[in-house]
Nanobody, 114 residues
Framework: QVQLVESGGGLVQAGGSLRLSCVVS????????MGWFRQAPGKQRELVAH???????NYGDSVKGRFTISRDNARNTVHLQMNSLKPEDTAVYYC????????WGRGTQVTVSS
């Protein structure tokens, strides 16, 4: 059973930065398939960044140029560097494969004040 534990969220002013981390544990997983989602109150969960074809990356239009996904294979960790944050980035952030393959973690809350 794969477990996902997200961390690094918090309260930040608009224009600020945060770095999220997701530790992946369990058996038979691949960091190359991982991505980051977010869910704002009253909205559906959306995929904001993910790896493609092993080394490539893809970003949602709303975060392109501001967010960067990366991974540390030695630590089984996926990161999301978020810069130039906006109030509309406020959400609970989750990691998973782009297909939501694994049981969802608790997520980490990101709140951006204007």
């Amino acid at each position: 059973q794969v477990q996902l534990v997200e961390s690094g969220g918090g309260l930040v002013q608009a224009g600020g930065s945060l770095r999220l981390s997701c530790v992946v544990s369990g058996s038979r997983f691949s960091l190359y398939d991982m991505g980051w989602f977010r869910q704002a109150p009253g909205k559906q969960r959306e995929l904001v960044a993910h790896f493609i074809s092993g080394s490539g990356t893809n970003y949602g239009d709303s975060v392109k140029g501001r967010f960067t996904i990366s991974r540390d294979n030695a630590r089984n960790t996926v990161h999301l560097q978020m810069n130039s944050l906006k109030p509309e980035d406020t959400a609970v952030y989750y990691c998973n494969t782009q297909y939501g393959t694994y049981p969802w973690g608790r997520g980490t809350q990101v709140t951006v004040s204007s």
